[in-house]
């Protein structure tokens, strides 16, 4: 398979996650202002978990539906990929997420100054420490399940889009009132950048990315019987 296509399922990919989960945050605030109930914490963890799900069962077999920085890096430590291909995965991932931002910007202008296009921030008298160990924590369990489901050889086929995407649901859930539950650097990144709110921004590159090496160094020195 040529590698241009890995890189633009890549892109496609992150830009389908960021553009759902992040727009989700947008329309839950337009529903609220027009006297609406809104989609709630809940809603906006079923949408993110279901986009990943999509997502993984269009495009795993293309380029392994990484659509997260902290997961490539992981598989780059891990020794699961090379550096050139690691780099422009995450190139295209960042692309794809800065996209979506900007679209989001033009469809839901008033959620660029109330919401931030729906980029994550941390809750009020949440401290930077706890919103990354919040992000680790949630990171960890999302990358040890990829490694389990996606990875291992061993696991059964058919129903890693399932299993990945309910972690993301309940990590979302869970992380949502403390940190917004990202698990993924780019899904902040792109409302971000077009939004222009990097509060506290490196919250979601450091918990991330950390959870996910430690995820990788733990299944593989437990767990793993794969083939690298």
């Not at 506290?200 to 990788?216: C, E, K, R, T």
Request: positive net charge.
């Amino acid at each position: 398979m040529k590698a241009y296509k890995k890189y633009l399922a890549e892109f496609v990919g992150t830009f389908a996650l960021v553009f759902i989960a992040a727009g989700s945050v947008c329309a839950d605030f337009y529903l609220r202002q027009s006297g609406g109930q809104g989609l709630g914490l809940l809603g906006i963890s079923i949408a993110f978990g279901v986009v990943v799900i999509a997502i993984i069962y269009a495009t795993s077999y293309v380029s392994g539906s990484h659509v997260n920085p902290a997961v490539t890096i992981s598989f780059w430590i891990s020794k699961r990929m090379d550096p050139n291909t690691a780099i422009m995965y995450i190139i295209s991932q960042i692309a794809g997420a800065t996209l979506a931002g900007l679209a989001l910007k033009t469809l839901f202008p008033d959620a660029l100054k109330t919401v931030y296009l729906g980029t994550c921030m941390l809750s009020p008298g949440v401290s930077i420490g706890r919103g990354i160990l919040m992000e680790f924590i949630i990171t960890f369990l999302l990358v040890f399940t990829i490694y389990g489901t996606l990875v291992d050889k061993r696991a059964s086929a058919g129903f890693a889009g399932i299993a990945v995407g309910l972690v993301v649901l309940f990590g979302v859930m869970i992380g949502g009132t403390i940190s917004g539950g990202a698990m993924n650097p780019a899904r902040v990144f792109g409302p971000a950048i077009a939004s222009g709110q990097f509060t506290h921004h490196y919250v979601w590159w450091i918990g991330p990315i950390l959870g996910g090496v430690a995820a990788g160094f733990v299944y593989d020195q437990i767990f793993a019987d794969v083939r690298k």
